[in-house]
T-cell receptor, first 114, second 117 residues
Framework: EDQVTQSPEALRLQEGESSSLNCSYT??????LFWYRQDPGKGPEFLFT???AGEEKEKERLKATLTKKESFLHITAPKPEDSATYLC???????????????FGPGTRLSVLP | NAGVMQNPRHLVRRRGQEARLRCSPM?????VYWYRQLPEEGLKFMVY????????ESGMPKERFSAEFPKEGPSILRIQQVVRGDSAAYFC???????????????FGSGTRLTVV
């Protein structure tokens, strides 16, 4: 069964203190790995898609990387406005029901203190 | 270009009542997905629909839950005879592509927060 775990569950950083969030996955053939940001009371906002091991994507202070078993979301010099829950999801190669092929992790709650 | 629109934003129902959640996908998107998010849990897939077709409902509870995406109008997620355990945030997402066409992050709405009292 495809699974996604994320760590840590919650992370508190001081403004400017860089860190990384982890997403570990078990999937029967990876089609894509996705990172989303979710603010309280809102829907997830798409950040990145990664397709193969070794791939990296960057957007402002965020950089996502992918290996065969995990992905990291690196946050460089974070600001308070980066505070949110970061969700990771995987889509497995299509076969069988779609619902079994797109799985979200529980998320990491990031708080950046000024 | 409006995003994915969900309404109502908040819905309170008494046990035993019906809840109807609406989702209008982005313009040009014909693929709609419903997810449920329980407190402290990740998003769980419920159902995937195209216009007038349910493609995959493997995540839907067998009883009381149904979904539709008619030719005209929004997609509807319907929960009959709600129970306290149905309290959650329900999110709709849309995409212009099928899963087979590409692994693309789709666009989510802001959700409907259902509270059953």
């Amino acid at each position: 069964e495809d699974q996604v775990t994320q760590s840590p569950e919650a992370l508190r950083l001081q403004e400017g203190e860089s860190s990384s969030l982890n997403c570990s996955y078990t999937v029967s053939g990876l089609r894509g790995l996705f990172w989303y940001r979710q603010d309280p009371g809102k829907g997830p906002e798409f950040l990145f898609t990664l397709y193969s091991a070794g791939e990296e994507k960057e957007k402002e202070r965020l950089k996502a990387t992918l290996t065969k078993k995990e992905s990291f979301l690196h946050i460089t010099a974070p600001k308070p406005e980066d505070s949110a829950t970061y969700l990771c999801a995987v889509q497995a190669k299509v076969g069988g029901n779609y619902g079994q092929n797109f799985v979200f992790g529980p998320g990491t709650r990031l708080s950046v203190l000024p | 270009n409006a995003g994915v629109m969900q309404n109502p934003r908040h819905l309170v129902r008494r046990r035993g009542q019906e809840a109807r959640l609406r989702c209008s996908p982005m313009k040009g998107h014909s693929h709609v997905y419903w997810y449920r998010q329980l407190p402290e849990e990740g998003l769980k897939f419920m159902v995937y629909l195209q216009k007038e077709n349910i493609i995959d409902e493997s995540g839907m509870p067998k009883e009381r839950f149904s979904a539709e995406f008619p030719k005209e109008g929004p997609s509807i997620l319907r929960i009959q005879q709600v129970v306290r355990g149905d309290s959650a945030a329900y999110f709709c997402a849309s995409s212009p592509f099928t899963p087979r066409q590409g692994a693309l992050g789709y666009t989510f709405g802001s959700g409907t927060r259902l509270t059953v009292v």
